[in-house]
């Protein structure tokens, strides 16, 4: 079965305590991925080690307050797993953009519905714009509900760790 790897970015009351948040967290995440599973995917579990950092809490938590450091590595790495699936995707619709190209500045595009592979890869895309949870995002942000967000809401998040936490899961495909 392929699997994957989530982040999923949770604003969080730095006023609370870090047991009080972790549980908060946790429950955001499942009720967020509990909507799809049997839909999109098979099944989810937290990740005590995700692209090659350590996560010591047992949901796969990191808050941004008590590890910053962690917490900006898992948040590029899951950024970055992110940009490999929108390369991959993308790159199929533009290849069929590439075949359709007149010379003109207004390019016509056919989307040919029997191709399954195709529209799958343009379902991908507009899924993701539209909030649902696919297994290979990468990243997620509750607060925004989808898995793209602009450049000055990733520089905020950054700037701001003590105001986030990660919870990195195992997102399993159907099957």
Same mark, same amino acid.
């Given at each position: 079965?392929?699997?994957?790897?989530?982040?999923?970015?949770?604003?969080? $009351?730095?006023?609370q305590?870090? $047991?009080?948040?972790? =549980?908060?967290?946790?429950? =955001?995440?499942?009720?967020?991925?509990?909507?799809?599973?049997?839909?999109?995917?098979g099944? +989810?579990?937290?990740?005590?080690?995700?692209?090659?950092?350590?996560?010591?809490?047992? +949901?796969g938590?990191?808050?941004?307050?008590?590890?910053p450091?962690?917490?900006?590595n898992?948040y590029?790495e899951?950024q970055?797993?992110?940009?490999?699936? /929108?390369?991959?995707?993308?790159?199929?619709?533009?290849?069929?953009?590439?075949?359709?190209d /007149?010379?003109?500045?207004?390019?016509?595009?056919?989307?040919?519905?029997?191709?399954?592979?195709?529209?799958?890869h343009?379902?991908?895309k507009?899924?993701?714009e539209?909030?649902? %949870?696919l297994?290979?995002?990468?990243?997620?942000? =509750?607060?925004?509900?989808? !898995?793209f967000?602009?450049?000055?809401?990733?520089?905020?998040?950054?700037?701001?760790? !003590?105001?986030?936490?990660?919870?990195?899961?195992?997102? %399993? $495909?159907?099957?």
């Amino acid at each position: 079965m392929k699997s994957n790897n989530l982040a999923v970015i949770v604003p969080v $009351d730095e006023r609370q305590n870090g $047991d009080s948040l972790k =549980t908060q967290v946790w429950a =955001t995440v499942t009720s967020l991925l509990t909507k799809y599973l049997g839909k999109y995917y098979g099944s +989810f579990f937290p990740v005590q080690k995700a692209w090659d950092s350590e996560i010591k809490n047992a +949901f796969g938590i990191v808050l941004g307050r008590e590890d910053p450091l962690n917490f900006l590595n898992l948040y590029a790495e899951a950024q970055h797993t992110q940009q490999k699936a /929108t390369d991959f995707h993308l790159g199929i619709l533009l290849k069929e953009i590439e075949k359709a190209d /007149t010379g003109k500045r207004v390019i016509p595009i056919v989307i040919d519905k029997e191709n399954e592979s195709l529209m799958f890869h343009l379902a991908w895309k507009v899924l993701a714009e539209g909030g649902i %949870v696919l297994p290979d995002y990468g990243v997620y942000y =509750t607060q925004q509900g989808k !898995a793209f967000i602009s450049e000055a809401e990733e520089q905020h998040i950054i700037s701001h760790v !003590a105001d986030y936490a990660i919870c990195v899961v195992r997102v %399993v $495909d159907l099957g």
